[in-house]
T-cell receptor
Framework: NAGVMQNPRHLVRRRGQEARLRCSPMKGHSHVYWYRQLPEEGLKFMVYLQKENIIDESGMPKERFSAEFPKEGPSILRIQQVVRGDSAAYFC????????????FGQGTRLTVV | EDQVTQSPEALRLQEGESSSLNCSYTVSGLRGLFWYRQDPGKGPEFLFTLYSAGEEKEKERLKATLTKKESFLHITAPKPEDSATYLCAAPGSNTGKLIFGQGTTLQVKP
C-alpha cells in the first residue's frame, strides 16, 4: 500500500506563472490536508478537503490560491501568478477522516519562484 | 481558540542523556493527540496517537504520555540518529483540521 504521493518533488516557476501541486492520498483515505512550511518554521495549515468538498480553508490566502479534491484523481493545490513569497515546501497529508484518525504525510513539493 | 504549544523550541542532549519534550494543548473535546518526527527536507513521519488521559505508547527509545492538558515525549538514552524535529498535533474542535505546534528540534551529540 503506497503512502501519500506528492508530485512534483521540486517545482521552479517564474514570477507570474501558475504552480500546480498534486497529492494522491493513501488508499482508502478520503480526507486531505495541505500545509505550507518555510525554512526553520512550523507547519502552517492551509486547507482541509474531503472528496468534492472543502471543509476548512481558513488558512488559505483569499487570492491566487485554490484547492480541489475531485471524486476521481488527486487533490490539487493551485497557485496562480506566483510571487517570490510563495517559495516554500508544501506538504499534504491524508486520513480516513474520523476525528482522531491518524494523518500521514507525503514528502512534499518544494516550490521555488525565481 | 484551539491551540497547541510545544517546548522547548530546541534541545541539545549528549548521547545517552534522557529528557522530555512537552506539548500543551487547549482543544475542546480532544479527539486524539498525535506525535510526528520530521527530518530535514522530508515530510513528517507519524509516531504515536494518544486518545485519553493516562494513556502511554512506546516505540524504541520514545515514550509518549497524555494528561488532560499536555503530552510528553520522553526520550530514553537517545542516540544521534534521534536528532530531528518532533511535532505534536491535535484535531481542532470545530472542523477537525490538524493543528500543529511549532515543534522541538532535538540534537543529540555523540
Amino acid at each position: 500500500n503506497a503512502g501519500v504521493m506528492q508530485n512534483p518533488r521540486h517545482l521552479v516557476r517564474r514570477r507570474g506563472q501558475e504552480a500546480r501541486l498534486r497529492c494522491s492520498p493513501m488508499k482508502g483515505h478520503s480526507h486531505v490536508y495541505w500545509y505550507r512550511q518555510l525554512p526553520e518554521e512550523g507547519l502552517k495549515f492551509m486547507v482541509y478537503l474531503q472528496k468534492e468538498n472543502i471543509i476548512d480553508e481558513s488558512g488559505m490566502p483569499k487570492e491566487r490560491f485554490s484547492a480541489e479534491f475531485p471524486k476521481e484523481g488527486p487533490s490539487i493545490l493551485r497557485i496562480q501568478q506566483v510571487v517570490r513569497g510563495d517559495s516554500a515546501a508544501y506538504f499534504c497529508a491524508s486520513s480516513q477522516g474520523d476525528r482522531g484518525a491518524e494523518a500521514f504525510f507525503g514528502q512534499g513539493t518544494r516550490l521555488t519562484v525565481v | 481558540e484551539d491551540q497547541v504549544t510545544q517546548s522547548p523550541e530546541a534541545l541539545r542532549l549528549q548521547e545517552g542523556e534522557s529528557s522530555s519534550l512537552n506539548c500543551s494543548y487547549t482543544v475542546s473535546g480532544l479527539r486524539g493527540l498525535f506525535w510526528y518526527r520530521q527530518d530535514p527536507g522530508k515530510g513528517p513521519e507519524f509516531l504515536f496517537t494518544l486518545y485519553s488521559a493516562g494513556e502511554e505508547k512506546e516505540k524504541e527509545r520514545l515514550k509518549a504520555t497524555l494528561t488532560k492538558k499536555e503530552s510528553f515525549l520522553h526520550i530514553t538514552a537517545p542516540k544521534p540518529e534521534d536528532s530531528a524535529t518532533y511535532l505534536c498535533a491535535a484535531p481542532g474542535s470545530n472542523t477537525g483540521k490538524l493543528i500543529f505546534g511549532q515543534g522541538t528540534t532535538l540534537q543529540v551529540k555523540p
